[in-house]
């Protein structure tokens, strides 16, 4: 009994050991991002390491803002208007047609949702070309709502929503009837403000999707008015000069954001993980 | 189906009308998603394959038509076939080293008492961060080549010269930083979808296992929680496998050079970076449509391999 | 005006499909006051410092001579090329552009020709491999802004301390870049590829090869192979600096001492010689051996229109101020910042910058030994040769069937081109 329990003990530090070690290891690029985000570039490629600056220079943050070739400021209006916007429309558009496929008797409407379903299966690898043909034909190139649009229309959220509204308790559906409510009234009244949930959940996943995709903004942002953050970032890689300290104070700046959402949203991030897992 | 009562003629109506109303409601709620999804979804393919089959140089549209001679000139491009060589090492690698390793820390964080959501935490957190920034963090400071990135420093310790990790073909460092990227962004991710499904599993299986004496934690793994993890375990490979094949973000950022400069892409050179250079540096828009296909057609063949070795469970599929 | 019925079925479309979307992007590019007429212009980034200020000042200048007209001016970092390719593809894309003319850009009709901008004088006085450059069919295309060229920088110092002699043939080089191989300093930075953009051209060049000559792609010989062989012998040496901060076009790999030699443009020369005063020494790509040349690739901006625009007048007149009339901001964009070889031969003369030892030499090198691809040469066949040039020296493929390889690829290409 007594050995077994040493032997616990053991298994139990052990694990400790093992997990905070890699936990070490995963926060790693946050603090390197920190530290060369607060030292000037001569300090950041000297030979000589420097765990944390004496006196950190935060005034990279302001420069960053500054420099003519950074266009920081652009990238992080245009990131929050498209985050914001694909938030927004998808989930109203998302959960309205959830909701016809869920609860409006509808001849063929089973149909209509196996096509639905049918889109997952496409990659964005074989629509990304034509898409920009698309849009460059109806002027959506160099264009935030050009980058916006696609993302708004998500099979996934519309199966997501459609099998949330399927559960829903049909008494407090025939009681809004008998109130008068009609498929409107219902869907206003009644599912909506019981959707808060999954919104939340579908929500924040679109908006880090948003937030982070850079493939379909890299195609269709070419005129720097038109970038997102991380556009701006990238070009930090590829550009002429390189300034080290203001590319990772754009880093901090551009990952902060997500980093307080996924701390104070946790609950709702997990839950949307699960989501997309195919579990509900 | 029968109208028995008075006023047969008003009931009628009034179905109409109600028929009318439910038909008209479902049209306008589905309306803005179904317009949406026909313009970004059908537009585009049968955009793209008339794009495929067509000369489309410096131009958007089809219409030049030359039969599949893109399929068959891409086909023969040791370029292109060198890509999807490329892509399906990176797929067997990422794919069953991402599932291992968040099934495994699942199963560690699951079973610590205090400090969970700590730890849970901060395996999650890297999921926030995109494949740009952490590129970025990769290859300028982490993997730096030169004597100030991160990893020469700590070899520089043991007394070791600095390594270019990222232009160096053999041997294959960049495989390491490119491998290490993705790790570092997803696994969190399947993790807590793994965590969820593990708080799913009856405590009873357990101690009814504890009564047949199974005690050992690999005789538990592998009989109650790796079969109740099935479902799980086959959508996240598919999850995986999928994006796997979709890389981009950090094969352009990481190895990537720039107008003046070629950079270190033809190292590994996923498809979709051939795609884009083939449509958007190389303007043949009919040769990338066609490339797109090709992706395609073998991203569907490994996923049926995998659901055929696998079981596609009651899995779907996310984006 | 862009015709308006098309206008209004776009914007019909926008606002049908895309309510949300449209507005919340609220500002639309299109000019709502239409007093002003306002050109848009497209720079790839120029790393110099007041380069900016400067191509915006010019705008500025033209608009005080032209109130009715206003330039925008879209500084571009990162990938140019391809995204100044894919803005042509569209309705909205730049009226002034600077670009290298390819003979795809004036068979999809995205440029206007610029004959008449031209006197008979500005002809003569314009250097004439750059016309030549930027003709097709016999009709011009684009208006020089400036020469680039490239050359091999060096500290005078180092290599007498090291008994090193300026190479005069690739191998003298790779024995030189051995010799200066120190623990903590490479002998030689061709850029973080290893060279393989920035000797792409360079190399069999150097060994008196070419690459597409009268519609033929030539460059399928032993000479191109032992050329890039060499790149690969190079890069295995262990005198090649890799993994730099910066690229082969910034030098401070050089200033900073990472390298004792490093392969850059004639742009970067004031920066480089204000740090390293009269120790800086420079050549030209030295012969590939004693049958070749040496060797320096004739590069620069052009100036073109965008003949899908609705104002391609304009945008003419303004190419014409700026670029072939205004001899003082051609000036000052030559030689204010970084330092190019104007285009103009008399201002080429006329430069007192261009008169000190080294930009001397580089200007007459440029004229005896600079090189160039036509106009049809493009992108996909440059991404051909760069991928057979990777293969070889990162990934040690066989360099004669890679060569080949590369060959067969270009032929396809400019098959698709010519038919």
């Known amino acids: 009994m007594r050995a077994r329990s040493t032997q616990e003990k053991i298994a139990v530090v052990s694990r400790y050991i093992v997990l905070s070690l890699l936990a070490v290891i995963f926060l790693l690029p946050f603090y390197l991002i920190v530290r060369n985000a607060l030292m000037s570039d001569s300090q950041i490629t000297s030979s000589h390491w420097v765990w944390f600056p004496v006196h950190p220079h935060w005034h990279n943050f302001v420069s960053l803002f500054h420099d003519p070739d950074a266009f920081m400021y652009e990238g992080l209006k245009n990131s929050a208007l498209i985050a914001f916007g694909t938030l927004i429309l998808q989930m109203l558009f998302s959960s309205m047609a959830g909701y016809a496929l869920a609860r409006i008797p509808m001849r063929g409407s089973n149909i209509i949702f196996f096509l639905i379903l049918g889109t997952l299966m496409i990659p964005s690898a074989v629509t990304f070309v034509p898409t920009f043909a698309l849009m460059a034909t109806i002027g959506g190139v160099n264009t935030v709502w050009g980058i916006l649009t696609p993302g708004v229309f998500s099979a996934f959220s519309i199966f997501l929503f459609r099998q949330f509204y399927l559960r829903f308790p049909d008494e407090i559906e025939e009681a809004g009837k008998l109130d008068g409510l009609g498929y409107f009234g219902i869907y206003w009244r009644l599912l909506l403000p019981n959707s808060v949930s999954i919104m939340m959940a579908l929500g924040i996943l679109a908006f880090v999707g948003s937030w982070n995709n850079f493939l379909w903004p890299l195609v269709i942002g070419q005129d720097p008015s038109a970038w997102t953050v991380q556009i701006v970032l990238s070009t930090f890689l590829t550009a002429q000069t390189v300034h080290l300290h203001e590319l990772f104070a754009a880093t901090a700046v551009a990952v902060a954001p997500l980093i307080v959402i996924f701390l104070f949203m946790q609950r709702y991030i997990m839950e949307g993980a699960k989501f997309s897992s195919g579990k509900e | ?319 | 005006m862009s015709s308006f019925q098309q206008l209004s079925r776009r914007e019909l479309l926008k606002v049908f499909t895309f309510a949300g979307g449209a507005m919340l992007a609220g500002c639309s590019d299109k000019n709502p006051n239409g007093t002003k007429l306002t050109l848009t212009q497209w720079y790839h980034e120029y790393g110099e410092k007041g380069t900016f200020q400067a191509v915006q000042h010019y705008a500025r200048e033209y608009s005080l001579l032209n109130p009715h007209i206003a330039v925008r001016v879209v500084w571009v970092p990162g990938d140019y090329g391809t995204k100044l390719a894919t803005a042509l593809l569209t309705p909205d894309g730049p009226d002034v552009f600077e670009d290298q003319l390819t003979e795809a850009m004036v068979s999809a009709g995205q440029v206007a020709p610029l004959d008449d901008l031209f006197t008979p004088e500005d002809l003569k006085d314009f250097n004439a491999k750059d016309i030549a450059l930027n003709s097709v069919g016999g009709k011009i295309y684009g208006v020089k802004e400036i020469d680039d060229m490239q050359l091999l920088y060096f500290r005078k110092s180092v290599l007498k301390a090291a008994g090193v002699k300026p190479p005069t043939t690739m191998d003298e080089l790779i024995a030189a870049a051995h010799a200066l191989t120190t623990p903590t300093r490479k002998g030689i930075f061709l850029g973080n590829d290893g060279g393989v953009t920035a000797l792409l051209t360079v190399l069999p060049w150097s060994a008196g090869s070419d690459f597409l000559v009268d519609n033929r792609i030539v460059f399928n010989n032993p000479r191109t192979v032992a050329s890039y062989e060499k790149l690969l012998e190079l890069n295995q040496s262990g005198s090649l600096l890799m993994g730099a901060p910066t690229d082969w076009w910034d030098p401070s790999s050089l200033t900073q001492g990472l390298a004792a030699m490093q392969w850059c443009g004639l742009w970067a020369y004031p920066k480089i010689h204000s740090i390293l005063g009269d120790d800086l020494g420079a050549i030209i790509w030295p012969a590939f051996d004693n049958a070749g040349v040496p060797v320096t690739s004739l590069g620069g901006w052009t100036a073109m229109v965008n003949a899908q625009r609705p104002y391609v007048e304009e945008a003419k007149k303004f190419v014409k101020w700026l670029w072939i009339d205004n001899l003082k901001d051609q000036l000052d964009w030559c030689v204010g910042y970084g330092f190019h070889v104007p285009p103009r031969l008399s201002l080429a003369k006329r430069a007192p910058q261009l008169s000190a030892p080294i930009p001397a030499y580089a200007v007459k090198a440029l004229g005896k030994y600079g090189q160039a691809t036509p106009p049809l040469w493009n992108a996909a066949m440059t991404s051909d040769l760069t991928n057979s040039l990777t293969n070889i020296v990162k990934l040690g493929h066989n360099a004669a069937r890679s060569v080949s390889n590369a060959a067969t690829q270009c032929t396809r290409e400019l098959n698709r081109e010519l038919e």
């Not at chain 2, 068959?72 to 797929?91: K, M, R």
């Not at chain 2, 051939?274 to 797109?292: E, N, P, R, V, W």
């Open chain 2, 1 to 319: 189906m029968s109208v028995t009562h008075q006023n047969p003629e008003t009931r009628v109506k009034e179905r109409n009308k109600s028929h009318l109303r439910t038909t008209l409601s479902f049209w306008a709620f589905m309306a803005p998603a179904l317009i949406g999804l026909i313009l970004f979804m059908g537009v585009p393919i049968i955009w793209g394959f008339l794009l495929s089959l067509s000369h489309a140089q410096n131009t958007i549209h089809f219409g030049h038509f030359i039969g599949i001679r893109n399929y068959t000139d891409l086909l023969t491009d040791p370029e292109f076939l060198n890509s999807l060589y490329t892509i399906v090492i990176f797929t067997l690698f990422i794919v069953p080293i991402t599932f291992v390793f968040s099934l495994w820390l699942a199963l560690m964080v699951n079973k610590v008492g205090r400090g969970k959501a700590f730890f849970r935490t901060v395996f999650f957190i890297p999921t926030a961060v995109s494949y740009a920034a952490a590129s970025l963090i990769w290859r300028m400071s982490l993997f730096n080549g030169t004597a100030f990135g991160f990893v020469n420093h700590l070899t520089a310790l043991f007394g070791m010269s600095p390594i270019a990790w990222i232009g160096t073909a053999s041997p294959p460092w960049y495989w390491l930083v490119l491998v290490t990227v993705r790790i570092w962004l997803q696994v969190g991710f399947y993790m807590i979808i793994f965590l969820a499904a593990l708080q799913e599993i009856p405590h009873s299986l357990y101690e009814a296992a504890a009564m047949d004496g199974a005690t050992g934690g690999w005789q538990v793994l592998r009989y109650i929680t790796l079969p109740q993890l099935r479902a799980t375990s086959v959508s996240i490979l598919l999850l995986c496998l999928i994006a796997a094949f979709q890389a981009f973000d950090e094969f352009y950022n990481i190895l990537g050079g720039s107008g003046a400069s070629s950079g270190n892409i033809g190292l590994a050179r996923p498809p979709l970076v051939y795609i884009y250079s083939i449509a958007l540096s190389s303007q043949d828009f009919g040769m990338g449509a066609a490339g797109g296909f090709i992706l395609t057609a073998l991203i569907v063949m490994f996923t049926v391999v995998q659901g055929k070795l696998f079981g596609f469970g009651e899995s779907r599929e996310g984006k």
